[in-house]
């Protein structure tokens, strides 16, 4: 397996306040006659958008480049892609390249689809030999046969972002660069990107793509590399990049909320809540859950005398106001005979989070033997769940799927068919169980 | 849903791209076998100004004609009240019309390569292409609309029944000379252009005054002008590139080979200052525009 892109020790510098700075001729005319021969006035303020950058990707290796907005990625693409120079530092990279850093760079509004194919084509580096022979396979792709002969800017946004990926898509790079492009479009349009990914990692080119849909990302590379601050962060298997980097969301006002300051409550208060945290399995705060993940729930209460049977519970539900499940120890069959006075806590343990993606209330309550409320707080806590590769498609399941999955399969008797997600939990390893069975709710 | 990819005949037909180091730009004769790597797109972005801008004129191909045509009018009109111009061996309309030729291709060059950068700024900063080719695209383009307004020259020339003679050999020289002049002062505007946002400002004024330091409208030894001023006017590159054209059209105009000279000489060097400059400021285009 030969090198197909190598970077060493890549920077860049960007000079900022650049737009302040004599952007017009005869400032710059005032300030040389001022000073003949003086230096700068002042240093300009700098940044590293990208500091000592290494890595080397193999022919046919498909890696995807995470990071946060403004983290590097996009200018380590135009580096790469020949666009800008590095400050320092040496990138190499061999074949054909196609950069898609955008869909329709280039279009021309007057011209008609057809021209603009060309054209487009023309500027992504076909020759026109090449765009002749692929014109209509480009067009049917498209799905634009129709309108192929009309002015684009009778097209709608999508029929354009359809015609201009369709070009990219028949590019045929070694090596193909793509920044974001699964961002913009429908699902129909994402799936279409998908697919060409899919088809050029099945032909053995290398793929550099850079995106924010982690699910896509999971299921297309290989290798992920983490881009934070102008640096390369982690390196590695997808899944561990992924993870690390994901990690770093939320932070910590994610993982406890404190309940005792709390005013609006109702009950008598012989025993409160005065918090809430939300814990992996090791009792350590966990800052970032997803789907299918695994979850400890700890109610810290104070009881003010000793309470006798008294049941803990909460309310969960969504942002619109939908009850997702109310559940207790009470509903459990849980028999608490008494809490002492003085602070204590309790945990709720859930193997497996069957929520999909999107923020969920807590209300708490504790009530005693004779169904009366001790405490009773409404929607004191969130939690945000986020995305995961749940049924291990690469598809973006989220909150527009729903509210809660299950581990499922689909069976078409008679006939073959691929599916790659599983009808279990997510194995050992990737979710963290520690318990044999499933939560019954 | 159809399929993504698409058997291609033999990759081998289409080169590889160079690969890029961290010096980046390839030097000297590679550079010169990268344009020639890029001439497709050289002339699909000269095809799309040309494309558009026929699309959106009211008058289409006709504009190429009208507007030198109008400027001779307006000038024959004015100066054959003021005073005559002695235009030689031919007549004045003729004499005017066929310097505003080469003249309205240098002046659309300019306006359009001076902010063929900036306008296009989305692809400078999304695809890699040698970026001179946005120029070269401008002046390649305006070559069309030199073509139609010669064709028109030529039928004004055989209603004045004025024939060439040998010297006729001489105009791919002369148009040669007003590419190059064009193209050098072009890349040097264009490449300042996105440094400094003004300079597209300066270039109608540049025009203005071009006019009338360039022997357009008069002959460049005319009787009129004091002789120190024609020294400077000589410094003009521009100068030789109309005498040359009026030299190699109509029979018995002469032409002064000195003012030849220094006008091929400077405009060579100004072509190379406007390559070297736009060169050098190019790795920064990106980053800045």
């Known amino acids: 397996m030969s090198d197909s892109i190598t970077v060493e020790r890549l920077s860049k510098l960007y000079r900022l306040g650049q737009a302040s700075q004599d952007t017009m001729l005869r400032e710059r005319l005032v300030s040389l006659l001022k000073n003949p021969f003086g230096t700068k006035a002042s240093p300009a303020e700098t940044i590293w958008a990208l500091r000592d950058v290494s890595f080397s990707i193999q022919q046919g290796e498909v890696v995807g480049i995470i990071g946060r907005n403004g983290a590097g990625k996009s200018t380590l693409l135009k580096v790469l892609s020949n666009i800008t120079y590095p400050t320092s530092g040496r990138v190499n990279v061999h074949g054909r390249v196609a950069s898609l850093l955008e869909v329709g760079t280039g279009f021309h509004e007057e011209l008609t689809g057809r021209e603009n194919i060309y054209l487009n084509g023309s500027i992504l580096g076909m020759k026109k030999r090449e765009v002749d022979l692929k014109l209509d396979a480009i067009i049917e792709f498209a799905g634009v046969e129709r309108f192929i002969d009309t002015p684009i800017k009778r097209y709608s946004s999508g029929m354009r972002l359809r015609l201009g990926f369709a070009v990219a898509a028949h590019l045929d790079p070694d090596v193909l660069i793509v920044d974001e492009v699964l961002a913009v479009g429908d699902a129909g349009f994402q799936k279409k990107c998908l697919s060409v990914m899919q088809d050029l990692r099945k032909g053995g080119r290398t793929v550099l793509f850079v995106s924010h849909n982690m699910a896509a990302v999971e299921n297309l590379c290989s290798r992920g590399i983490w881009i934070d601050s102008g640096k390369v962060r982690k390196d590695g298997a997808t899944h561990d990049v992924i993870e690390s980097y994901l990690s770093t969301f939320g932070g910590s006002d994610q993982t406890s909320a404190d309940l005792s300051g709390v005013e609006s409550r109702q009950g008598s208060g012989e025993i409160r809540y005065t918090g809430i945290a939300f814990l992996n399995s090791e009792g350590q705060p966990q800052p970032l859950t997803r789907s299918g993940d695994s979850l400890r729930i700890r109610f810290f209460y104070h009881a003010n005398q000793p309470i006798p049977y008294p049941s803990f519970g909460f309310r969960l539900t969504t942002e619109l106001g939908t009850l997702v499940t109310d559940t207790s120890t009470w509903h459990h069959g849980m028999d608490i005979p008494e809490i002492a006075p003085g602070d204590g806590y309790l945990d709720l343990e859930i193997d497996f989070l069957n929520l999909l993606p999107g923020r969920f209330f807590f209300s708490l309550w504790i009530t005693g033997l004779s169904h009366n409320v001790y405490d009773g707080i409404e929607h004191c806590a969130s939690i945000e769940i986020e995305l995961a590769n749940i049924y291990r498609s690469g598809k973006n399941i989220d909150s527009r799927s729903g509210i809660v999955f299950f581990p499922q399969k689909w069976v078409l008797p008679g006939a073959h068919t691929e599916q790659v997600s599983v009808p279990e939990a997510l194995p050992a390893g990737e979710g963290r169980k520690w318990s044999g069975h499933r939560t019954d709710f | ?289």
């Not at chain 2, 020639?36 to 799309?48: K, P, S, V």
Request: hydrophobic residues 50%; glycine residues 8%; charged residues 15%.
């Open chain 2, 1 to 289: 849903m159809p399929k993504a990819s698409v058997v291609m005949p033999d990759r081998e037909a289409f080169p590889l791209s160079a690969s890029s180091s961290g010096e980046a730009r390839p030097e000297g004769g590679s550079w010169l076998s990268e344009l020639w790597r890029f001439r497709e797109l050289l002339y699909f972005l000269a095809w799309r100004d040309v494309k558009v801008r026929y699309k959106q004129a009211a008058f289409g191909a006709a504009w190429a004609i009208i507007q030198p045509l109008i400027t001779m009018i307006i000038f024959t009109f004015f100066f054959s009240r003021m005073g005559k111009i002695p235009s030689g061996s031919v007549p004045y309309p003729l004499f005017c019309y066929s310097a505003l030729v080469p003249w309205t291709y240098f002046t659309g060059t300019l306006s359009q390569a001076g902010n063929s950068l900036v306008g296009n700024a989305s692809l400078i900063t999304k695809i890699y292409f040698p970026r001179i080719l946005l120029p070269a695209a401008s002046a390649l383009g305006g070559l069309l609309d030199f073509c139609v307004s010669s064709a028109f020259l030529v039928l004004m020339m055989v209603y004045y029944r004025v024939a060439p003679s040998w010297t006729l050999i001489f105009w791919p020289v002369a148009v040669m000379g007003m590419v190059i002049i064009s193209l050098g002062i072009s890349m040097l505007l264009a490449a300042m252009n996105v440094r400094y946002r003004d300079v597209k400002h300066v270039i109608p004024f540049m025009i203005q005054l071009g006019l009338f330091v360039t022997p357009v409208l008069y002959p460049a030894d005319a009787g009129f002008l004091p002789s120190g001023l024609k020294r400077v006017l000589a410094l003009n590159p521009l100068s030789g590139v109309m005498e040359g054209f009026r030299a190699s059209l109509f029979p018995h105009q002469g032409v002064n080979g000195r003012l030849l000279g220094i006008s091929i000489t400077i405009g060579l060097l100004l072509f190379s200052l406007g390559a070297l400059y736009f060169r050098k400021a190019e790795r920064t285009f990106a980053d800045i525009i």
